[in-house]
């Protein structure tokens, strides 16, 4: 992003007031940066020492390859995490109400597969959108399922969505029995490909404007700092008039249309859907927020840190490939990196 | 069993602390704390919160380690590396928070950490047999297979002593031990101490409850700012003198002076009973001005009614009223709406958010307010913070984490969370519990504020002093039932006692 496109992000954030009140160009200037920085202090909150470890790591690849620091890498890296970014920031609203929901990466293949089958000529032929509210909407009823079995079966989150994934990923492969559907229209794949004003694919955009979206909602908006409460006391915060079930079921559901709608981005990118996709999905993505800075009993966590806990993965995948480490290895960094995240939080926390 | 004392050439062979001294960062919490507990006595341990009573408490018990300062005991030198190491030689603490398994039996936890074995399995046999001989010991009759969970507070306090007393602890520190017991179960700890003592055990005993400790105590020290102040021979002193001590500034009067109530009636309940019976048949109204306090022993449904009343929890039957207008109790949201406020009896665990900061807490309730079209800004939250934090005199910072509060102002930053709406009726359950005697004195006086600004209050405590120094009228509660309503002319200990008994 650019430094005035930031910027006005960060105005915009603020209403613009602080900036507002001053004739003097130079002040004017001056309150915009003291409020960029302000802004974006607050936007990252707590997540100083994951944005640490993203600069290091940044660094250090910059330092050891000739090809992370270029354009067309920093592109390609934003390209490779955009299906991860959009089922994060669902994820974080999930984790910060004190859940978890283990059946994204089902979700997402189940609502990959709604789509194929509403929109693909050799299956139900009834066009694109219709096959892509078709996903969203069965994907968000599954989130709603998890909700209801949450709020109402009072089942635990952890065993409610363990469930989701087994149906999800069932129902997934019943549509076709387990095959794959090939071939999409070609506007429907430049989505992720066709990189407007030379570097911003349609897919990577909708994943930036998801993320402002819910940064916002959940630092400004009434209902974004009642999950705060949720998270931090569920009784709390319904002795204080919060609707604390209807806000679970909420997001839950939007949780579930936010893995659906990664799922189309994945078909755009594939130009195929099949029943397997997003296997484990689930854990990169509970990973990325838990880096983030998130906390698993809830009350904790913010889409700022979840972007960088998003980014800190997709970094170290391509710098692992750039560096030609192998696959396996791989893994075992990226368990040892969220190890370390995590206890490095941990050891902060209880040094304050 | 500790040798008798006459028979030792030290003074006697108890404890002895002397010049313990311990900081964190720059805030010195105990300077130069020096007393001793002779075998066989009941020492209690009074101060405000912060006064450093838990610090010392601590190092003895082997929690924390002190920066100077010795102690000795049984004519040793003792400085315990660790809990475990206290309990070897004998010196065990009951926390205020107990710190029981509760999906384990009574006799797991008794003998956690060193069950009994045979042939490399658990002897259940004789860890039961055991647990149940301790558990006779304190006369209480409970099955060692029962879990802890299916206890009463009461009841799991005693499964903590148990388990003390099979490590052979020679000294128990007992910290706010009756913060969750209703008068028989108070007696029956009593009881258990004094036959303890008997036995030659020796006790450190610290409490809010100052009227309890001329009954208990042989001996009384008194605390404040991490110094002790004043240590008494015996335990007979008067209350005001204590409190005069432990605050270090003279007390005018505890309760605040009532206004008389006026005549609009806010809150009418009408036959109100509980799906589980735990209350029944429960009728009475609250006029504007006027304040209700609800007396009754621990388990006389007094918490389980008023949180009926603010929509916490369901009923079976009967109706509530306010100001006229029957107010449709399917949640805490509906009643908030119809003006009905509650101020819960576990506050860390109901009533504040304890990582989030004074200003978000004081928002939870109050987006309607704060965030008129739902958006939330910082300065909004602040601003609204600290017009709260300076009508209640909170001391603290909007941005400042509830965690970092002593008691007193946690439960202030929970009533200025309501005080803006205005509601109409105001209850607060348990208001002063675990909160020291010079912030009392200040919730007290909100209390009696938030009646003279016209609302209807609702006291419900087990401190009988409190409710019936605070109420205008009484009701007393005894297993579920209505048993009467006490003017506070006719209101005294005895009849609010005779009546929460029958």
């Known amino acids: ?352 | 069993m500790s040798p008798d004392p006459r028979q030792t050439e030290s003074p006697h062979n108890g404890l002895f602390v002397s010049g313990l001294c311990k900081s964190y960062g720059p805030v010195q919490v105990l300077a130069d704390a020096s007393f001793e507990v002779r075998p066989g006595e009941v020492v209690a341990l009074l101060g405000e919160n912060g006064a450093g009573k838990s610090t010392v408490s601590n190092i003895i018990a082997g929690s924390t380690k002190p920066d100077a300062g010795a102690i000795t005991w049984r004519g040793k030198p003792y400085s315990p590396a660790s809990p475990a190491a206290a309990i070897d030689a004998g010196v065990g603490m009951i926390h205020q928070e107990l710190k029981l398994l509760p999906d384990l039996s009574v006799a797991e936890n008794v003998y956690v950490g060193r069950l009994p074995m045979r042939g490399g399995r658990i002897d259940r046999a004789a860890m039961n047999a055991q647990a149940s001989a301790q558990l006779k010991r304190l006369g209480l009759d409970v099955s060692p297979e029962r879990k802890v969970r299916t206890l009463r507070i009461a009841a799991q306090q005693q499964v903590e002593i148990a388990k003390a007393l099979t490590l052979n602890a020679e000294l128990l520190i007992f910290d706010e031990p009756t913060a969750a017991l209703g008068g028989e179960e108070t007696e029956l700890l009593f009881k258990q101490i004094r036959k303890l003592k008997a036995e030659g055990m020796s006790f450190i005993y610290i409490s809010h409850r100052l009227d309890e400790i001329a009954e208990i105590a042989d001996r009384v020290v008194v605390m404040r700012d991490g110094r002790i102040v004043a240590r008494h021979e015996r335990a007979d002193i008067p209350v005001r003198t204590v409190v005069e001590q432990m605050v270090g500034r003279s007390v005018e009067r505890m309760f605040p002076q009532l206004s008389p109530p006026g005549d609009q009636t806010l809150l009418e309940v009408e036959n109100l009973s509980s799906p589980e019976r735990s209350f029944n048949n429960v009728s009475f109204s609250v006029r504007a001005g006027e304040i209700l306090g609800i007396a009754g022993l621990i388990g006389a449904g007094r918490t389980e009614l008023v949180r009926a009343i603010a929509g916490a929890d369901p009923i079976s039957s009967g109706s509530v009223r306010v100001a006229g207008k029957p107010v449709h109790l399917n949640g805490p949201a509906a009643a908030i709406k119809a003006g009905v406020v509650l101020v819960p009896e576990d506050r860390k665990a109901q009533g504040v958010v304890l990582d989030q900061t004074i200003g978000e807490n004081l928002a939870f309730g109050n987006f309607d307010h704060v965030a008129p079209k739902g958006w939330v800004f910082p300065k909004a939250v602040q601003k609204f913070a600290e017009a709260g934090i300076s009508r209640l005199g909170v001391k603290g910072k909007p941005n400042q984490a509830v965690s970092k509060l002593s008691g007193g102002n946690q439960q202030k930053v929970i009533i200025a969370k309501w005080v803006p709406r205005p509601p109409k009726v105001f209850i607060l359950d348990e208001p002063t519990r675990g909160i020291d005697v010079g912030a009392r004195a200040a919730i007290y006086d909100v209390i009696a504020d938030l009646a003279r600004s016209g609302m209807a209050v609702v006291v419900v405590s087990s401190d009988l002093e409190e409710v019936l120094g605070l109420s205008h009228r009484v009701l007393v509660l005894s297993r579920g039932r209505q048993r009467g309503i006490l003017d506070r002319s006719e209101a005294s200990n005895v009849a609010v006692m005779e009546l929460a008994t029958s």
């Open chain 1, 1 to 352: 992003m650019s430094k005035s496109g930031r910027r006005a992000i960060a105005a915009s954030l603020t209403g613009g007031d602080e900036v507002a009140v001053s004739n003097d160009a130079s002040d004017l200037k001056a309150g915009a940066q003291a409020a960029t920085g302000a802004k974006l202090s607050a936007l990252f909150a707590g997540t100083m020492g994951p944005l640490i470890g993203l600069v290091l790591l940044c660094l250090a690849l910059t330092l050891t390859t000739d090809t992370f620091l270029t354009v067309r890498n920093i592109l390609n890296v934003l390209d490779q995490i955009t299906v991860l970014g959009i089922m994060a920031i669902g994820m974080t609203l999930v984790i910060l109400i004190g859940g978890i929901d283990l059946s994204v990466g089902s979700v997402l293949a189940l609502a990959a597969m709604v789509m194929g089958f509403v929109a693909h000529p050799d299956y139900l032929n009834l066009g694109m959108p219709a096959g892509i509210v078709a996903a969203l909407v069965v994907a968000g009823l599954c989130g709603l399922v998890s909700g209801l079995l949450v709020t109402v079966t009072k089942l635990p989150p952890f065993i409610a969505t363990l469930a989701m994934m087994s149906v999800a990923r069932g129902l997934g492969n019943m549509i076709t029995d387990g095959s794959q559907i090939v071939g999409f229209p070609d506007w429907f794949t430049s989505l992720s490909i066709t990189r407007h004003f030379g570097f911003l694919s349609v897919t990577v955009g909708l994943m930036i404007v998801l993320a402002i979206i819910f940064a916002i909602f959940l630092n400004y908006r009434a209902t974004g700092r009642s999950l705060y409460a949720i998270g931090g006391s569920a009784e709390v915060a319904r002795l204080s008039g919060i609707p604390v079930k209807s806000l679970t079921n909420w997001v839950y559901a939007i949780c579930g249309v936010l893995a659906g709608l990664a799922g189309i981005v994945l078909a755009a990118r594939l130009d195929s859907v099949q029943p397997s996709s997003g296997l484990g999905y689930e854990l990169d993505t509970i990973a990325a927020v838990v880096i983030g800075g998130a906390s698993l009993s809830g009350g904790v966590g913010s889409i700022g840190g979840t972007a960088v806990g998003v980014l800190i993965i997709g970094v170290l995948r391509n710098g692992l490939n750039l560096l030609g480490v192998s696959p396996f290895i791989q893994q075992v960094v990226i368990g040892v990196v969220i190890a370390l995240a995590v206890a490095t939080d941990t050891w902060r926390r209880r040094a304050q």
